[in-house]
């Protein structure tokens, strides 16, 4: 069975930084992406960065591409988002998901099967 959990959230000041975690457990196939997403209070989830398990490529949203940072361990049983220069406005509850079979990297979330509960991030102005 397929396991994602966040961890690393908080509340944190505006200009600080914090790195998300996610642990991932139960992959039975080779290649796969773990994408991080976040929901905004009264905002549809938005996505942010992907990572491939096979070549460790890396994608990001326009919208972070210069302050987020998405890297794996070297077993591939963890992700992170390492986020600085945080804003207010990243405010949300950030999930880690995973899409199985995923070679070109997007954030589409249909393709991603498996979610985790999501870990809550703070910023205060």
């Known amino acids: 069975e397929v396991q994602l959990a966040e961890s690393g959230g908080g509340l944190v000041h505006a200009g600080g930084s914090l790195r998300l975690s996610c642990a991932a457990s139960g992959f039975t196939f080779d290649d796969y992406a773990i994408g991080w997403f976040r929901q905004a209070p009264g905002k549809e989830r938005e996505g942010l960065s992907c990572?491939?398990?096979?070549?460790?490529?890396?994608y990001y949203a326009d919208s972070v591409k210069d302050r987020f940072t998405i890297s794996s361990d070297n077993a591939k049983t963890t992700v992170y988002l390492q986020m600085n220069s945080l804003k207010p406005e990243d405010t949300a509850v950030y999930y880690c998901a995973a899409a199985p079979g995923l070679r070109h990297l997007t954030l589409w979330e249909a393709l991603y099967g498996y979610w985790g509960q999501g870990t809550r991030v703070t910023v205060s102005s």
């Open positions: 990572i491939s398990s096979s070549n460790d490529d890396t």
